[in-house]
């Protein structure tokens, strides 16, 4: 019912710019937060970035000055620009909204997309 698509990622030399987008379709009544989560070979999925209704954000400390968030309301979209890459920002991304359906709308619930790959080179 509720699906999220993100495109952006690819191969990338170490100092490049990537931006990253999400969208958000299917029933939805409204989104509460949306963010950015990546996940290297061998470890844990981690939080990147996240933005909520009213554009708060928050970052991850080794991205911060580097990577920006931001999102579309109108078109249930997030974006994030990856600037400043390094070999060490590789990684599956993954995008994340917690968000109200219309048929449940009396809590929220989280979806996830299916990964776009960022490769960065040294």
């Known amino acids: 019912q509720v699906q999220l698509v993100e495109s952006g990622g690819g191969l990338v030399q170490a100092g490049g710019s990537l931006r990253l987008s999400c969208a958000a379709s299917?029933?939805?009544?409204?989104?509460?937060?949306m963010g950015w989560y990546r996940q290297a070979p061998g470890a844990q999925r981690e939080l990147v970035a996240a933005?909520?209704?009213?554009?708060?954000?928050n970052y991850a400390d080794s991205v911060k000055g580097r990577f920006t968030i931001s999102r579309d309301n109108a078109k249930n979209t997030v974006y994030l620009q990856m600037n400043s890459l390094e070999p060490e920002d590789t990684a599956v991304y993954f995008c994340?909204?917690?968000?109200?359906?219309?048929?449940?709308?009396?809590?929220?619930?989280?979806?996830w997309g299916k990964g776009t790959l960022v490769t960065v080179s040294s």
């Open positions: 933005i909520n209704s009213g554009g708060t954000t």
């Open positions: 299917g029933s939805i009544r409204s989104i509460n937060a």
């Open positions: 994340n909204a917690n968000l109200v359906t219309k048929a449940y709308f009396v809590y929220s619930m989280d979806y």
